[in-house]
């Protein structure tokens, strides 16, 4: 019962910290990397002049990745306090700081005006609230008609997935993750009343994710954030049990393409304005 209890206290200490520890280190991921953020840019038809909303912005690299690549004007906002000053740090070094925003929000509570948005993405975010469909919605109602929303996010190809495929997305993603399946994806989207809906998935192969990380922060930027992952495990003795927890589960499941992978789901507000299914 003891054994229970303090494994039970273990993991609530690491859902905790999860992002407490990423936003640290300056560090944020998702499957797919740039390859999957541009894939969102071309099919929510972003481009220079565009008005961008990026619901969970993490360390802010996306937002600074559009404003200097297509020109567009980006929102990015984050439930994590310290996520948002990371954005902050990071737009002003790139020197973006006049057209990325940063703004601390709920997924599920969006503090903006209708129709406002040409286009509002997410990734690795929507998996984790607990009512996906609201956040879902307020992405739609935050966006102007004609506008579209678009997901990149963590995908289960088959279920029910195996225990050690859960433990292992739940160390790699967040511990409160919690995958749907395709037709699940799609189905939030058209439950928030878009149509056009876009649905690409793919496998998640653990050594392409690696490489795609270092491709979107570059060597420089992994060395930071290694020094200060490294600062935080000398100073921190609970990022240092998370570490300990991480390694002893973190080893990749053999199985793991059968089970998971990602996909990019897309869909498109009715020029009308709100539909009834919203």
């Not at 940063?102 to 975010?125: C, H, K, N, W, Y």
Request: aromatic share 10%; with cysteine.
């Amino acid at each position: 019962m003891v054994n229970m209890m303090a494994q039970k206290s273990d993991q609530t200490e690491s859902e905790q910290h999860f992002f407490d520890f990423a936003a640290e280190a300056g560090l944020t991921k998702h499957f797919g990397g740039l390859e999957a953020t541009e894939e969102l840019v071309e099919l929510c038809n972003i481009g220079e002049g565009s008005y961008v909303l990026d619901v969970g912005c993490g360390v802010g690299q996306t937002p600074c990745f559009l404003v200097k690549k297509y020109g567009c004007r980006v929102v990015g906002v984050d439930i994590n306090e310290r996520m948002i000053e990371r954005s902050r740090e990071r737009a002003g070094k790139e020197g973006v700081a006049d057209s990325a925003e940063f703004r601390v929000a709920d997924a599920q509570d969006l503090p903006f005006e209708d129709d406002t948005f040409d286009a509002v993405i997410t990734e690795s975010v929507t998996a984790f609230p607990e009512d996906k469909q609201k956040a879902v919605r307020e992405y739609t109602r935050v966006t102007k008609p004609g506008g579209y929303v678009g997901l990149n996010e963590a995908t289960w190809l088959k279920m029910p997935p195996p225990p050690e495929i859960v433990a292992w997305a739940s160390q790699d993603l967040g511990a409160q993750v919690k995958p749907l399946t395709s037709d699940g994806w799609a189905g939030l989207l058209e439950g928030a009343g878009l149509t056009h809906i876009v649905v690409n998935v793919r496998e998640v192969r653990a050594r392409r994710e690696a490489k795609e990380l270092i491709h979107r922060y570059g060597y420089g930027g992994m060395l930071r954030s290694l020094y200060r992952a490294l600062s935080l495990y000398a100073r921190n003795p609970v990022y240092r049990r998370f570490v300990k927890r991480v390694r002893k589960e973190g080893i990749t499941p053999d199985n793991l393409e059968e089970y998971l992978g990602y996909g990019v789901f897309v869909g498109r507000k009715w020029l009308g304005g709100a539909s009834s299914g919203i």
